[in-house]
Each structure stands twice: as C-alpha cells, then as structure tokens.
C-alpha cells in the first residue's frame, strides 16, 4: 500500500445480508453479499461459500487490468 491509497478503498467494499434463520454460533449462515463498486452480487447457503465470494471479486480487483497499446483488437 502506498501513502496515497486509502486503507479501506470502495472497490473492496461489500453489503452483506443474513437472512432471519443465521445463527453463526451453530453454523447456520445463509444470505446475500453484493460488492459495492461492480453489483455483483450472490446468494451464500454458508460462510465457505460467502468467503469465496468475496475472494473471487477482491482477486479480480487486485488483477492488474491489460491493455493493448494500440488500442487495437486482438
């Protein structure tokens, strides 16, 4: 991280809603996570399930984005 990068940037940002019937002490963890910045959002049956998520788009965030120099196609 650099000095000007904020600690908490929106592009890692999620909403998280638990439905009524999570329980997280007895391992009952159900709902729906959307990141911020791009919408994309799931439903999660489990917390394995909402962790990997939120990995999938925090690896496609950090992915550092290719670019033709030409412009051109491919």
Known sequence: MTPHE?????NH???????????????RCTGRVEHVVSGQATHFASLEELVAFMGQVLTAVRAPHRQNPGGGGV
């Open 6 to 10: 904020p600690s908490l940037p929106t």
């Open 13 to 27: 940002a999620f909403v998280v809603q638990f439905r009524t019937e999570t329980e997280l002490e007895h391992g």
